[in-house]
Each structure stands twice: as structure tokens, then as C-alpha cells.
Nanobody, 122 residues
Framework: QVQVVESGGGSVQPGGSLRLSCVASGRFFRIHSMGWYRQRSGQERESVASIGDGDTTNYADAVKGRFTLSRDNAKNTVDLQMNSLRPDDTAVYYC????????????????WGQGTQVTVSA
């Protein structure tokens, strides 16, 4: 069983900062990539940021320059540092990992976390 657990959500005023953390645990061969999606009320889930092999990062245009992703391969963690938060960043943030479950796996599997609420309001 592979688990992905997020932490660090909460409430903050506009302009503030939060740091989300995510850890993957369980039995798998290795992680291909990790990242974060978010889902705002009444909207579809959207990609926020991702980090792949070689630590290549990608960010949604809406968060570029404000959010920073970091990964610790030894600990199977990925953190999302969110600065200059705005009310439209309010959402449930979901961490995901793409794993190769076995040494012989040719395709990765996506495993989701349960989500953590981020609320930005005055």
C-alpha cells in the first residue's frame, strides 16, 4: 500500500505565506515525479507545480514567481512554499506522486493524497 500524506494547510491573510509538505510511503521501486494540484470551489482540479527526474520543475502561470517546489529524494518528500498568497489561491491542495511500483514496471502510477485546505482571506 502506497500512501501520500499532505500537511501544512491553513488560513492566512493576503500577502502571507504557507508551506505545504507531502510525503510518500509504502512499498514501491522509485518515484518518477511529484507535484501539487489544487481545486477551487466549483472548479476542476488544476495543476499547480511539478518536479520530475533531474529536479526539473514546472509551474502554472498563476503561481510563477510566488510558489517554489522542492523535493527530497531520500525522504520521498515534496514541499510547496507559497508566498504572496492571494484570495484566489484559496483551494484544496492535493499532492500526487508518480511511482514505478516494481523494478520491472514500464509505466508509472499516480497516487493522490487526501488534500489539505488553504484559505487566503482578510
Amino acid at each position: 500500500q502506497v500512501q501520500v500524506v499532505e500537511s501544512g494547510g491553513g488560513s492566512v491573510q493576503p500577502g502571507g505565506s504557507l508551506r505545504l509538505s507531502c510525503v510518500a510511503s509504502g512499498r514501491f521501486f522509485r518515484i518518477h515525479s511529484m507535484g501539487w494540484y489544487r481545486q477551487r470551489s466549483g472548479q476542476e482540479r488544476e495543476s499547480v507545480a511539478s518536479i520530475g527526474d533531474g529536479d526539473t520543475t514546472n509551474y502554472a502561470d498563476a503561481v510563477k514567481g510566488r510558489f517554489t517546489l522542492s523535493r527530497d529524494n531520500a525522504k520521498n518528500t515534496v514541499d510547496l512554499q507559497m508566498n504572496s498568497l492571494r484570495p484566489d489561491d484559496t483551494a484544496v491542495y492535493y499532492c500526487y506522486v508518480h511511482i514505478y511500483r516494481y523494478t520491472y514496471s514500464s509505466n508509472w502510477e499516480r497516487i493522490w493524497g487526501q488534500g489539505t485546505q488553504v484559505t487566503v482571506s482578510a
